[in-house]
Antibody
Framework: EVQLVQSGAEVKKPGESLKISCKGS????????IAWVRQMPGKGLEWVGI????????RYSPSLQGQVIISADKSINTAYLQWRSLEASDTAIFYC??????????????WGQGTVVTVSS | DIQMTQSPSTLSASVGDRVTITCRAS??????LAWYQQKPGKAPDLLIY???NLQSGVPSRFSGSGSGTEFTLTISSLQPDDFATYYC?????????FGRGTKLDIK
């Protein structure tokens, strides 16, 4: 079965660091880009960034660049989303999603279950 | 960045109704447009890609149309399982922005 399994919920204090993960299975992990999508409480979906696990080519949303770090370890089929210093405004659900394969442009066909990140003093 | 404008933001309908949701892009995206369904507490699911192609396993009552800047998602006969929030997303170039969503609820 093709799936993305994300790490569990996190509760952190402002200023703390955090790294959440997304592990792919059932397919060739290095063949598909993996994206991160944010959903703030009661709000819509927001594209955070995307990484190609094969060569670690990474793109960020202009509004979030510098706020987060996206990385991947292809030896363990895992992508990561990382913060060096969390703020209360980082409280959200974060989804990873696989970009489907095709000739050129492709949507997200497989999603992780989501990781709830709560930042509160 | 390309902006995606969805309307309406909320839609009240009954089982059996035909409903249409509209999505407009701030510039042409050809047909690089996807629709997702999200239920409370769940991750989004891909319904339609390339504006009008049904993802495998999605019921045929869902359909999509459009190209350029104007797109629609139609549900021909609403079923109880369809009450959810729907998002459009372009994937013409990075960043792949989403619309703000349309919440479809029971009238």
């Amino acid at each position: 079965e093709v799936q993305l399994v994300q790490s569990g919920a996190e509760v952190k204090k402002p200023g703390e660091s955090l790294k959440i993960s997304c592990k792919g299975s059932g397919y060739s992990f290095t063949s598909h880009w993996i994206a991160w999508v944010r959903q703030m409480p009661g709000k819509g979906l927001e594209w955070v960034g995307i990484i190609h696990p094969g060569d670690s080519d990474t793109r960020y949303s202009p509004s979030l660049q510098g706020q987060v770090i996206i990385s991947a370890d292809k030896s363990i089929n895992t992508a990561y989303l990382q913060w060096r210093s969390l703020e209360a405004s980082d409280t959200a659900i974060f989804y990873c999603a696989r970009r489907s394969l095709g000739i050129s442009h492709n949507p997200f066909d497989i999603w992780g279950q989501g990781t709830v990140v709560t930042v509160s003093s | 960045d390309i902006q995606m404008t969805q309307s309406p933001s909320t839609l009240s309908a009954s089982v059996g109704d035909r409903v249409t949701i509209t999505c407009r892009a701030s510039q042409s995206i050809s047909d690089w447009l996807a629709w997702y369904q999200q239920k409370p507490g769940k991750a989004p699911d891909l319904l339609i890609y390339k504006a009008s192609n049904l993802q495998s396993g999605v019921p045929s009552r869902f359909s999509g149309s459009g190209s350029g800047t104007e797109f629609t998602l139609t549900i021909s006969s609403l079923q109880p399982d369809d009450f959810a929030t729907y998002y459009c997303q372009h994937y013409n170039n990075y960043p792949y922005t989403f619309g703000r969503g349309t919440k479809l609820d029971i009238k």
